[in-house]
């Protein structure tokens, strides 16, 4: 099942989207996509209860902003230089664990709303994520075990300042957790619909320029090993989303580095999660 949020900005709608594109209303069957949904058997129930109401449900128009497809989590867990040849071009080294950084959940927007370029930005860059979101509590967890605490997958643009994240001193957080700085969406796959989450195509483009296009087969640490290694750490609760990382290709890493400007248009996606498009802006009071 592909899950979405409709509706204005703070006012978002639980739906679902419909293998012929056709987007529904079900928000008199479930409440909200947060951790209390993730958490218990609503998922299958609202499956099965789709299923039989399918041909009545409200039907969403076309033109109704999309949110982002879950609410606001408890956390953001991002795991950086997780790709080779990133690491590379970063001019770091390949790391022996998981890189793990927080990103702010106030940073969180819908697939296709505006990334505002912060105050006193010289340095905001891209990076095509994708991302899991947790369904089972997972604290302690095993390898072989971790898939069992994964809900769904979603596309994620992990837009980062990058003076703010390595030139100010202190932690990453400063760098990725600006507002508008994680567009998430357009759905959530459910985790019966990617088969191999290791096995995605990704890309990015800037004003129609293919800027990263990689797969998944290329991530250092893969997705069971994240949940795993997270979860020895921090407990890790339902709804919570972990961002796997970014393929090489980003604007810090080109030669000259090129970062975005107002009026820019970043479009993205990944095999089975849909793309997302995002016009940049600069920060005004």
Not at 48 to 73: F, H, I, M, N, Y
Not at 182 to 205: C, H
Not at 260 to 276: A, F, R, W
Request: aromatic letters at 8%; charged letters at 25%.
């Amino acid at each position: 099942m592909k899950l979405i949020r409709f509706g204005a900005e703070g006012s978002e709608k639980p739906g679902v989207l419909l293998s012929d594109g056709t987007r529904l209303d079900v928000s008199g069957l479930v409440a909200e996509y947060d951790e209390a949904f993730f958490a218990g058997d609503a998922l299958a129930d609202l499956t099965s209860k789709v299923a039989a109401q399918v041909d009545t449900l409200p039907k969403v128009e076309a033109a109704v902003r999309l949110g982002a497809p879950l609410a606001r989590p408890s956390k953001i867990v991002c795991v950086g230089l997780n790709y080779a040849k990133h690491a590379a071009e970063s001019g770091m080294d390949i790391p022996a664990e998981p890189v793990l950084f927080f990103k702010a959940t106030s940073a969180i927007v819908g697939p296709n709303d505006d990334i505002v370029i912060p105050k006193g930005s010289e340095k905001t860059d891209w990076e095509v994520e994708l991302a899991i979101v947790i369904g089972k509590k997972a604290s302690y967890v095993d390898q072989a075990d971790a898939m069992d605490h994964i809900a769904g997958y979603v596309l994620h643009n992990d837009v980062s300042e990058r003076a703010f994240q390595l030139e100010r001193s202190g932690q990453w957080v400063k760098g990725k957790s600006a507002d508008t700085f994680a567009p998430i969406g357009p759905f959530i796959a459910t985790r019966d619909e990617i088969s191999d989450p290791g096995n995605l195509r990704l890309w990015l483009k800037v004003n129609g320029e293919m800027q990263q296009d990689s797969d998944t087969s290329d991530l250092i640490f893969d997705v069971p090993h994240l949940v795993s290694y997270i979860s020895q750490y921090m407990t890790l609760l339902p709804g919570d989303i972990i961002s796997t990382g970014t393929p090489f290709g980003v604007g810090m890493g080109l030669k000259p580095p090129t970062y975005l400007k107002d009026g820019d248009v970043v479009e993205l996606g990944i095999d089975g999660l849909g793309t997302s498009v995002q016009k940049v802006k600069t920060y005004k009071k």
